[in-house]
C-alpha cells in the first residue's frame, strides 16, 4: 500500500539521470514514501561534493516543487534542495537547504557551481530560524527564480535572477551536498512534480 499523500507526485530514481561528486558515494532506493537518497562523503577532509539528479528541462515557462523530509545530522550543514543545470559543462545554481543545529539555524542558498567541488558564488544566503520542507524553483521565460515554504501553501520568494546569468539551464532536478568527510546527507524526497504551459 502506497504511503504516497494525496496530491503529491510520486519521485522515483529512474525518473532522472545522476550525476555523482567525485568524493562521495550515493545510494538511492526507491519506496513506497518516496526516493531515498543517501549521500556520503569519503573525500579527504572537509569540501563540497555536490551530486544531483536531473532530468531535460521543460519548455518556458515552468514551475518545478518538491518537498523533502530530512533524516541526516542537523550539526553537519548538510545541503539538500533544487537546481538548474547546464548539461554540457555541469555549471549550475542550486537552491540548497544546509541545517545548522548548532544554531538552530537554516541556510538557504542560491549558489553558482562551476562543478560538483567549486562553488562559483554565494549569490544569496539566507539564515532562517524555522524548517523548510517544501521547495520551488520557476523559470518565467525572463527569470528564475527560487522559493522555500514551511506548508508548501505560503511561500517566500529567496532569490531572482536573468535566466541566462551564468548559466542556460536545460535541466532540473534535486542536488545534495554532505560537505565534511564521513558526513551523510539522508533524505526523501516524496514529492517533485513539474508544472508548465506549452
Known amino acids: ?19 555523482a561528486a567525485p568524493g562521495v558515494t550515493n545510494v538511492l532506493t526507491d519506496s513506497i514514501n518516496g526516493l531515498n537518497i543517501k549521500s ?17 528541462a521543460p519548455a518556458t515557462p515552468y514551475c518545478v516543487t518538491a518537498h523533502f523530509i ?3 545530522d542537523q550539526t553537519k550543514l548538510t545541503g539538500y534542495g533544487l537546481i538548474w543545470r547546464q548539461s554540457s559543462d555541469g555549471k549550475c545554481h ?34 532562517e530560524l524555522w524548517d523548510p520542507k517544501w521547495f520551488r524553483i520557476v523559470d518565467d521565460g525572463a527569470n528564475r527564480i527560487s522559493y522555500i515554504s514551511t506548508d508548501g501553501i505560503n511561500w517566500k520568494q529567496e532569490h531572482s535572477i536573468g535566466r541566462t546569468d551564468y548559466i542556460t539551464a536545460n535541466q532540473i532536478g534535486i542536488c545534495f551536498d554532505p ?11 516524496d514529492h517533485f512534480k513539474v508544472d508548465y504551459s506549452g
Request: with cysteine.
Open 40 to 56: 556520503t562523503n569519503t573525500a579527504a577532509g572537509s569540501t563540497w561534493e555536490m551530486s544531483s539528479l536531473t532530468k531535460a
Open 94 to 127: 542550486s537552491l540548497t537547504n544546509y541545517p545548522n543545529g548548532s544554531t538552530y539555524a537554516e541556510f538557504i542558498t542560491f549558489r553558482k557551481w562551476s562543478d560538483a567541488t567549486h562553488p562559483a558564488d554565494y549569490s544569496y544566503v539566507s539564515n
Open 70 to 72: 530530512n533524516y541526516g
Open 179 to 189: 560537505i565534511y568527510q564521513n558526513t551523510i546527507v539522508l533524505i526523501t524526497c
Open 1 to 19: 500500500m502506497s504511503k504516497i499523500i494525496p496530491g503529491y507526485t510520486k519521485v522515483a530514481a529512474g525518473d532522472f539521470t545522476q550525476n
